[in-house]
């Protein structure tokens, strides 16, 4: 299996603009999760889908962030617009199932830098 | 809502030698998993061991093991024959079962250094 895939590694963008980040699931895997890491706060759930539906979004920051889960295969997290404080690496993780032991699997992130 | 806590930001250890990770968590759930990830420079996040909460016996995988201690809510990482490879923060997580909180928790992450 090629494990989760995240796309783009690296994103610089100006403030303002639109980023969309990309993500591909291990296959058959029901849970997908948006984490976002920075050194002052760590690691943070931003969002999570079960089946494709969303099922906590607490985490998002604020509006202008968004995620959208077409179907089984594929996940975005948008910014529009981004700010600088936007900048940290975003991972994406899947799980098999959501039952505890159950382990998240996570691509190599994207690292977003705002300017 | 469960925390997880990571007390020591750095940890250093000498090649060969073994290094203990702490690790405090409080969650009102009876039923939870813990786990060790490491993050290397290259920023995957890989999975070193998990825990059950209702085992007893402390998770093992090769040179990695925990010390589970459950009334204390405790869950370090001891890894024995120190390797530079070993080199990497080290982010202990938690994770309850009921559907709507199937979240990973992270704590803060512990930064381990190698020294040859």
């Known amino acids: 299996d090629a494990g989760v895939i995240q796309s783009p590694r690296h994103e610089v963008t100006e403030m303002g603009q639109e980023v969309t980040l990309r993500c591909k699931p291990i296959?058959?895997?029901?849970?997908l999760f948006w984490y976002r890491q920075t050194m002052m706060r760590g690691l943070e759930l931003l969002i999570y889908?079960?089946?494709?539906?969303?099922?906590?979004d607490s985490g998002m920051p604020e509006d202008r962030f968004s995620a959208k889960m077409p179907n089984a295969s594929f996940s975005t997290l948008k910014i529009q617009p981004s700010e600088p404080r936007d900048s940290a690496v975003y991972f994406c993780?899947?799980?098999?199932?959501?039952?505890?032991?159950?382990?998240?699997?996570f691509g190599n992130g994207t690292r977003l830098t705002v300017t | 809502a469960q925390t997880v806590t990571q007390s020591q930001p750095e940890m250093s250890v000498q090649e060969a030698e073994t290094v203990t990770l702490s690790c405090t968590y409080d969650?009102?759930?009876?039923?939870?998993?813990l786990f060790w990830y490491k993050q290397p420079p290259s920023r995957q996040m890989i999975l070193v061991i998990r825990q059950e909460a209702y085992k007893q016996q402390n998770a093992t995988e090769n040179r990695f093991s925990v010390n589970f201690q459950k009334a204390a809510k405790s869950f370090s990482l001891k890894i024995s024959d120190s390797q530079l490879g070993d080199a990497a923060m080290y982010f202990c997580?938690?994770?309850?079962?009921?559907?709507?909180?199937?979240?990973?928790?992270f704590g803060t992450g512990t930064r381990l250094t190698i020294i040859p």
């Open positions: 889908f079960n089946n494709n539906v969303p099922i906590d």
């Open positions: 993780a899947s799980s098999l199932t959501g039952f505890g032991n159950s382990p998240l699997h």
């Open positions: 969650t009102s759930e009876s039923d939870y998993y």
């Open positions: 997580a938690c994770r309850r079962t009921n559907f709507g909180n199937e979240k990973l928790t």
């Open positions: 296959s058959g895997h029901d849970y």
